[in-house]
């Protein structure tokens, strides 16, 4: 036989529990949308050659444009080739860690499995 006022074990206490959890959940979700339309506008740059190339792209790694210096042009294309591939590359380097630091702070303090 239950006591009266527990139901299946599930006291008051849990559901106050899972309450929370669902509203930490909500916000969260409400911060990615955010953090999405944030990432959207933002734009990082990778460079390479001392700022010979320059790629740009969006916090959510879409690819935006490419400067390439005139000065680049004179070395070849194999070399400009190479000076893009780098500069992509520090691009996406700097964008991964800025939507991981965008979502360590996001997630931060809400103790979810995989996060943090």
């Known amino acids: 036989m239950t006591k009266s006022g527990q139901g299946f074990g599930f006291g008051l206490g849990k559901m106050k529990e899972l309450t929370e959890a669902f509203k930490k959940a909500q916000q969260v979700q409400e911060g990615a949308k955010k953090l999405q339309?944030?990432?959207?506008v933002m734009e990082i740059e990778g460079t390479a050659g001392g700022g010979l190339v320059k790629v740009?792209?969006?916090?959510?790694q879409e690819p935006r444009r490419v400067e390439i210096s005139p000065d680049a042009l004179g070395e070849g294309a194999e070399v400009v080739s190479e000076l893009v591939t780098v500069a992509m590359q520090d691009a996406y380097a700097k964008s991964t860690m800025t939507m991981?630091?965008?979502m360590e702070e996001l997630t931060g303090g809400l103790n979810l499995p995989g996060f943090g």
């Open 100 to 102: 991981r630091e965008k």
């Open 56 to 60: 740009f792209l969006s916090g959510n």
């Open 37 to 40: 339309e944030e990432l959207d």
